[in-house]
């Protein structure tokens, strides 16, 4: 009757620490915004049985020198090697939660010599080996424990999300110096011709088929093509230190191809057409309720509920009692009444139960504090799925955005192409004004090089899609 007793007791308890919560697990119970990506039709549809956010960087970059150019920063970078050494603090931490069960062993000798009134010196010594383990009845270890592994996590995400910002910033620089060498060239083109345009009006001028000003301004036009050269080199260096900057290294050379030598992502965008490269049906986003599951923003705010949680169950734990077993044994002179030599063993063993009863408010506060962090880490979390859906939302439009106006710069440089040579054979003729040429060509080098900067726009968001999804990370 006793032992079913004591089965009754037991059961009871168990529950009832159940009920507290201080022993139960955390289960992501916080609902995500039901259409984080918007009402875009575009979005929902353009969807395939994986996700490019599965693709690792490798597979997503084919070109060999940025490839290269990753991984050196992937291996250098100040900030990914910091993010490293708090994951490894953070698994430290862990270990050492881990070993919380287990008991604590001390040696502790200790020796003494004492004289009263003058008398014989008396010698004490004391060998022992302490004991000390502390009982987890009440989750305290536990929920400290798996809040360790959930920081650890935390600090993995963060590492993740550093990768993948690296990765995207790197590729981006990358972009840039290709579309850069492409301008300047465009550039370089648009000197010579000019410069042609500018010996036949001066020949025109010295036979008195041309007035003065008219030379003034072809040269003025010539001159801002220069100053734009000087300008692109500029920038071409200054992205350069850029990315030497992420790669913790000196100013230098950045190689790279040129551009549209390389695709940008997969088999499917590859052909002459370029507007392939960010046409959104080749662009596979996987399904679109799953689509941000690799997204470390998302995993990270996550695990932060998750470490609150259990902070909290912790802080419950705090007003139940702690129960300590301890015990020592070793050598010692000291008998308690009287000094023996040689020493003798001595054993000992005492259980210490201690229940809190009045903490000054220490406990209350601790355990609103950990209930008030939960519900701000909630509402953090729907508002990271909410701002991750928009950067997908943003990135889409983009591409679609770029993928039209390609198909408009391009014939528009066409049609200016032939305006300008049509523009300038008439001058030759006499049949067309100075002016008339100035215009066709400031306007066909517009077009050029908007094309350019607008193919650089359709790769970097193509990137920001690849990053917004989760992308990146391996």
């Known amino acids: 009757m006793k032992r079913l007793s004591n089965i009754f007791v037991a059961a009871a308890v168990s529950l009832l620490l159940t009920g507290c919560g201080i022993y139960n697990k955390y289960e992501q119970k916080t609902p995500a915004p039901a259409d984080a990506f918007g009402a875009s039709q575009e979005i929902n549809g353009a969807t395939g049985e994986t996700s490019i956010a599965q693709m690792s960087w490798r597979e997503f970059f084919t070109d060999p020198l940025l490839q290269q150019l990753v991984e050196q920063v992937l291996a250098n970078n100040t900030d990914l090697n910091s993010a490293r050494i ?42 022992p080996l302490q004991l000390s383990i502390d009982i987890d009845v009440f989750g305290s270890i536990t929920n400290k424990k798996r809040a360790a592994k959930a920081v650890l996590l935390q600090a993995q995400m963060q590492q993740d999300a550093i990768r993948a910002n690296l990765v995207s910033t790197t590729a981006q620089q990358y972009f840039m110096l290709q579309v850069l060498d492409r301008q300047l060239e465009i550039l370089l083109m648009t000197d010579s011709l000019w410069n042609r345009s500018l010996e036949t009006e001066k020949s025109l ?53 040129k551009w549209g030598s390389t695709v940008l992502h997969h088999a499917e965008a590859m052909g002459n057409d370029t507007e392939r490269m960010f046409d959104t049906k080749y662009l596979k986003l996987g399904v679109p309720a799953m689509m941000l599951e690799n997204r470390p923003d998302i995993r990270m705010a996550n695990h932060a509920m998750e470490e609150a949680f259990y902070n909290t169950a ?42 809190p009863i009045f903490a000054r408010g220490r406990l209350n506060a601790n355990k609103k504090i950990a209930l008030l962090t939960e519900e701000d880490l909630q509402k953090k979390y729907v508002q990271t799925v909410i701002n991750a859906g928009n950067q997908v939302n943003e990135a889409m439009a983009d591409c679609m955005a770029a993928r039209e106006k390609h198909t408009y710069y391009h014939r ?30 400031e306007s066909l080098l517009d077009a050029q090089l908007g094309e350019a900067m607008n193919m650089y726009d359709a790769a970097e968001s193509v990137i920001a899609l690849y990053i917004a999804l989760g992308g990146g990370t391996e």
């Open 205 to 257: 001028w010295e036979n008195g088929k041309a007035y003065s000003t008219a030379v003034n301004q072809m040269e003025a036009s010539y001159l801002s093509v220069k100053q734009q050269i000087v300008d692109t080199r500029r920038n071409i260096r200054s992205v350069e230190n850029a990315i030497c900057r992420l790669l913790a290294v000196t100013p230098q050379h950045i190689k790279r191809e």
């Open 412 to 441: 528009q440089v066409e049609v200016l192409r032939e305006a300008y040579t049509g523009t300038h054979e008439l001058m030759d003729n006499g049949k067309a004004s100075y002016l008339e040429v100035l215009k066709a060509q």
């Open 86 to 127: 708090a994951v490894e603090k953070s698994e430290a931490s862990l270990k050492a939660a881990k070993k919380a069960y287990l008991p604590s062993l001390f040696f502790s000798p200790q020796g003494t010599i004492a004289s009263f009134d003058g008398g014989r010196a008396t010698k004490t010594y004391d060998l």
């Open 314 to 355: 912790a802080a419950r734990s705090a007003f139940y009692p702690s129960i300590t077993l301890s015990g020592a044994a070793g050598w010692t002179n000291n008998s308690g009444m009287g000094i023996v030599d040689p020493g003798k063993l001595l054993l000992s063993a005492v259980a210490s139960l201690t229940q």
